[in-house]
């Protein structure tokens, strides 16, 4: 019952967040010739094989999975995507300096319409996905689940203001935590919350910042 609530939200919204992002383009938060990306739409072709998609929120959670990108690389192909202007220009600098940019591809993120992130999935047909602290959006893991796309969320983060908000809606909080295989949480404080509203598996490798 959720997930099709957040589905139809989010759907009656669509045309709303598509008229924000030119807005946005106007004010310097997004880029226009890649305002596609945000619904979905790309022409470059999947890389061939297997392929993790990591997605991170802005130029913070960027630039703490660095050091993670590396330890991928050659190994694996990502396709990484944030959410600003800010972290794409970060990673035009950082990901050729750490010769990185042959293995990961950056992306901006669908934004969290079912049918833009269908579009999305069914196009880079990742392999797997990793989220980074706390930028979680209900149509992309739901979507993810029904795909069978397995999900890990990193270095993830509870604070107090979060906790009381999510504890005041636990059904939602058990669905959302619930979808990730495993969760590595940057505190222990992080991982006890993290557990109490549902997530499965949880351990606390430490704070990749």
Do not use: Y
Not at 63 to 79: D, F, G, Y
Not at 179 to 204: K, M, N, T, W
């Amino acid at each position: 019952l959720a997930a099709t609530g957040w589905r139809v939200t989010a759907t009656l919204l669509a045309p709303a967040l598509r008229l924000n992002l030119h807005r946005r383009v106007a004010s310097g938060r997004e880029i226009a010739a890649r305002l596609a990306e945000r619904r979905g739409i790309d022409p470059t072709p999947r890389p061939a094989g297997r392929l993790l998609w990591m997605h991170a929120a802005s130029v913070g959670e960027t630039q703490s999975i660095l050091p993670v990108l590396a330890e991928l690389v050659p190994r694996t192909r990502v396709l990484l995507t944030t959410g600003t202007v800010t972290s794409q220009e970060l990673l035009s600098r950082r990901l050729p300096e750490m010769g990185l940019d042959t293995h990961v591809l950056h992306r901006f993120a669908p934004l969290d319409v079912p049918a833009w992130v269908r579009r999305f999935l069914a196009h880079w047909r990742p392999d797997a996905a990793t989220f980074v602290e706390s930028d979680l959006w209900p149509n992309q893991l739901v979507a993810c689940h029904a795909a069978g796309i397995k999900l890990v969320l990193i270095n993830a983060r509870m604070s107090d203001r979060s906790f009381a908000r999510w504890r005041r809606a636990p059904g939602i909080a058990r669905t959302l935590l619930g979808s990730f295989e495993h969760i590595q949480a940057r505190g222990e404080q992080d991982a006890v919350r993290l557990r109490a509203l549902g997530a499965r598996s949880v351990d606390c490798p430490g704070d990749l910042k």
